[in-house]
């Protein structure tokens, strides 16, 4: 896959799928120059993120889900494009941290964050996101009693948001 890959300079979506031997994704996609919608689904084995998502420049839509194994999202300005308007990430159980430089995605309109029972908190920046109109959080245990209107701790951070669920309510 690392190989055939840069050469697909015209490729706008890639969907990887139950891929359980794939450990990490391409570390050169540079070429991939008009990659907008990127999917990693039930691939086990994934820990890492990081290298791939530095050179796609016109990325709008991230979907990640299904990486037991993924601990944390690189924290390196970089990776995360302006581009970027949808985020869904599910089923990482181990991911404990969200990356401080999402304040990058300032086209950011919608975020899902389900099943991530590790996640402890939302980035301190999180309130940068001023695009952001829809943001849901459910069955992240930690993460959604911190996102309670009012009273919750990371509530400062998400009150700009026109439309919050939390754990299938909206708030």
Same mark, same amino acid.
């Given at each position: /896959?690392?190989?055939?890959?840069?050469?697909?300079?015209?490729? *706008?979506?890639?969907?990887?799928?139950?891929?359980?031997?794939?450990?990490?994704?391409?570390?050169? /996609?540079?070429?991939?120059?008009?990659?907008?919608?990127?999917?990693?689904?039930?691939?086990?084995?994934?820990?890492?993120?990081?290298?791939?998502?530095?050179?796609?420049?016109?990325? *709008?839509?991230?979907?990640? =889900?299904?990486?037991? =194994?993924?601990?944390?999202? @690189?924290?390196? @300005?970089?990776?995360? =494009?302006?581009? +970027?308007?949808?985020?869904?990430?599910? &089923?990482?159980?181990?991911? /404990?941290?969200?990356?401080?430089? +999402?304040?990058?995605?300032?086209?950011?309109?919608? /975020?899902?964050?389900?099943?991530? @029972?590790?996640?402890? #908190?939302?980035? #301190?920046?999180?309130?940068?996101?001023?695009? +952001?109109?829809?943001? *849901?959080? &459910?069955?992240?245990?930690? +993460?959604?009693? *911190?996102?309670?209107?009012?009273?919750?701790? &990371?509530?400062?951070? %998400?009150? #700009?948001?026109?439309? %919050?669920?939390?754990?299938?309510?909206? %708030?």
């Amino acid at each position: /896959m690392s190989e055939g890959i840069q050469h697909l300079s015209a490729l *706008r979506t890639l969907q990887i799928h139950n891929c359980g031997k794939l450990t990490s994704l391409p570390r050169k /996609m540079e070429n991939c120059i008009a990659l907008e919608s990127l999917e990693v689904i039930n691939c086990t084995k994934i820990s890492l993120f990081e290298e791939c998502l530095q050179s796609l420049s016109n990325l *709008r839509s991230l979907t990640i =889900k299904g990486l037991p =194994k993924l601990v944390f999202l @690189p924290d390196r @300005p970089e990776c995360y =494009k302006s581009t +970027l308007q949808y985020l869904y990430i599910s &089923d990482c159980l181990s991911l /404990m941290r969200l990356p401080e430089c +999402l304040e990058n995605l300032s086209s950011l309109v919608r /975020m899902y964050i389900i099943g991530c @029972p590790n996640l402890l #908190h939302l980035p #301190h920046n999180f309130n940068c996101l001023v695009a +952001l109109q829809v943001l *849901r959080i &459910d069955q992240c245990t930690l +993460l959604s009693s *911190r996102c309670q209107r009012e009273v919750g701790e &990371d509530w400062p951070k %998400i009150a #700009h948001v026109p439309e %919050i669920y939390v754990d299938r309510v909206r %708030i």
